[in-house]
């Protein structure tokens, strides 16, 4: 049974968190509460949604929470 977790969008999404940890290491000590930290809890909000979306009971619901992970421009 395939999950979210096979997703290439899931996947992508946890690379980019690792990657957005690593570059914000990085900036100033008095940025942690702020800027760093709204950054990281912006790229995990995109595999959580996806990963919420795909627990619903509809394709509909799940394709909302793709796109409130994922917007479309």
């Known amino acids: ?11 992508e999404s946890i690379l980019l968190i690792t990657i957005i940890y690593e570059k914000t290491k990085s900036f100033p000590k008095d940025e942690l509460f702020a800027l760093t930290s709204q950054i990281r809890r912006s790229a ?24 409130i ?3 479309v421009k």
């Open 44 to 67: 995990i909000s995109i595999p959580s949604n996806i990963s919420e979306g795909a627990a619903r009971e509809s394709n509909k619901k799940f394709l909302r929470f793709l796109f």
């Open 1 to 11: 049974m395939k999950t979210h977790k096979d997703l290439n969008v899931w996947k």
């Open 69 to 71: 992970a994922c917007p």
